[in-house]
């Protein structure tokens, strides 16, 4: 068996030419697994953008979007294009939320859908920002302020 070890900055390129990616931060190796494998467990869910026909609909597929997969928050709406973060579900939720999404898109205005795992980047920063928080001298609270003698 070979093994080629490239080190790199770019997600993207570990992403896609690696079969085991080790991310490492503070000279440290805080996972270790397949772009996959670490997706899953690190990843939080995935991410859904919705297309609105109308801004008229915004309303209706927030509600739609809350009352469908549980856990569901909006991180964006721009123009329209309404980005929606969705913890991990099982395969049979995701199935049935498709089908209803199929069933009552013209009426609630959506006119595309895609849905996507986190990016090994949010993968990343994820772990980064864990590793230096746990770095982090602990806050000490403020001296009291001085008292005053008479």
């Not at 900055?9 to 503070?26: F, N, P, Q, Y």
């Amino acid at each position: 068996m070979r093994s080629i070890v490239l080190t790199t900055h770019s997600m993207e390129e570990a992403d896609v030419l690696g079969d085991r990616v080790a991310i490492m931060s503070h000279g440290k190796i805080q996972a270790l697994g397949s772009s996959l494998s670490l997706k899953k467990e690190y990843g939080g869910g995935y991410k859904m953008t919705l297309i609105a026909k109308d801004p008229k609909f915004y309303d209706e597929i927030f509600a739609f979007m809350n009352e469908a997969l549980d856990g569901c928050t909006l991180q964006a709406n721009i123009d329209g294009a309404m980005f929606f973060r969705v913890p991990e579900v099982d395969d049979e939720e995701l199935i049935d939320f498709f089908l209803d999404v199929e069933e009552c898109k013209d009426e609630i205005g959506i006119s595309d859908l895609s849905i996507g795992l986190t990016t090994l980047e949010e993968v990343f920063i994820r772990l980064a920002t864990e590793a230096t928080e746990a770095r982090a001298p602990p806050q000490l609270p403020p001296p009291p302020p001085p008292s005053r003698r008479r």
